[in-house]
């Protein structure tokens, strides 16, 4: 009887992760191995996979569970991830980009979606998965995508190619640069260095801490630094729930109006501000 691959990735990782996450791995590293799609291994199509592979390919695959057994994230094994209906590649100069952040997207979304001629600025854009969901939406409205990290904006400037999307990324430096724009967008790095202690130890060892991170005691640093130098009509973040207290006062001092929303977990972790005073 032929051997079913999702069923031996599965054995191979059953004792360390939850039933849904197995299967959604399984299902994924099946369909990378293979070339076939997910309709073509649930159909049972991934059962011949031992019985004409090469030895290489049989090496490789049990090269990406020993990974996976290591806790390495399965988008840094294999260089990529979908996203929002996006291809994007990936690897450890980036974050993973978070279900949480296509939320972000489709507010911004929402209230511009009638307006044709924008100009936006993504602070901050790590692989370019926020500008590149923006310009799909809306080809007319021009992008511009800015990170501290030259290897970031090289994965950027290759998930603009795939996804046939044309965007100026280009490496800046947030506490040296300013910028203009109709909106201004912001994932920057948010995590208090305390959270360290409860969060998982994959994204401890494979994610960019630099992407991640700030001191407990300047925790809005970047929050900060935005509003008072870089000039929009409308800015959008995506926010620490710890950090809410912190940022009403920082919109308050500096004359912005402040809005919340809340992600599908129900945290607070997105907020709009408008500084009235301001014209871009």
């Known amino acids: ?6 069923k031996y990735i599965s054995a191979a990782l059953s004792d360390m992760m939850q039933a849904s996450e197995l299967r959604d791995v399984s299902l994924w590293l099946a369909e990378y191995v293979t070339g076939l799609n997910r309709t073509e291994i ?6 011949d996979f031992f019985s004409l592979s090469k030895t290489s390919d049989l090496e490789r695959l049990n090269n990406y569970i ?22 994007l590649n990936v690897n450890q100069s980036t974050l993973i980009p978070r279900p949480e952040t296509a939320e972000l997207v489709d507010w911004i979304i929402s209230d511009n979606t009638n307006l044709t001629d924008l100009t936006i600025v993504d602070w901050c854009t790590g692989s370019g998965c926020i500008a590149i969901a923006l310009k799909k939406h809306k080809n007319s409205w021009c992008i511009r995508g800015y990170d501290i990290s030259e290897q970031a904006i ?29 909106i201004l967008v912001a994932n920057p790095p948010y995590v ?4 360290k202690a409860t969060m998982e130890a994959s994204v401890l060892r494979w994610e960019p801490h630099s992407a991640l991170f700030v001191p407990d005691n300047d925790n809005i640093l970047f929050y900060r630094t935005i509003l008072t130098r870089m000039k929009a009509r409308t800015y959008y973040f995506e926010i620490n729930p710890l950090a809410v207290e912190n940022l009403t006062l920082l919109c308050t001092e500096l004359g912005f109006s402040a809005e919340y929303r809340y992600d599908y977990a129900g945290k607070c972790r997105f907020l709009k501000c408008h500084n009235h005073n301001e014209r871009t």
């Open 66 to 87: 020993r990974k996976l057994r290591e806790g390495e994230p399965l988008p840094y094994i294999v260089g990529s991830t979908s996203w929002r209906g996006l291809e």
């Open 192 to 195: 208090f260095e305390s959270e």
């Open 1 to 6: 009887m032929e051997k079913s691959l999702v």
């Open 42 to 47: 649930l159909t049972g199509k991934d059962s």
């Open 154 to 182: 090289s994965v950027a400037r290759q998930n603009a190619l795939i996804n046939e999307c044309e965007i100026d990324f280009e490496q800046k430096d947030i506490f040296l640069s300013c910028s203009v724009s109709d």
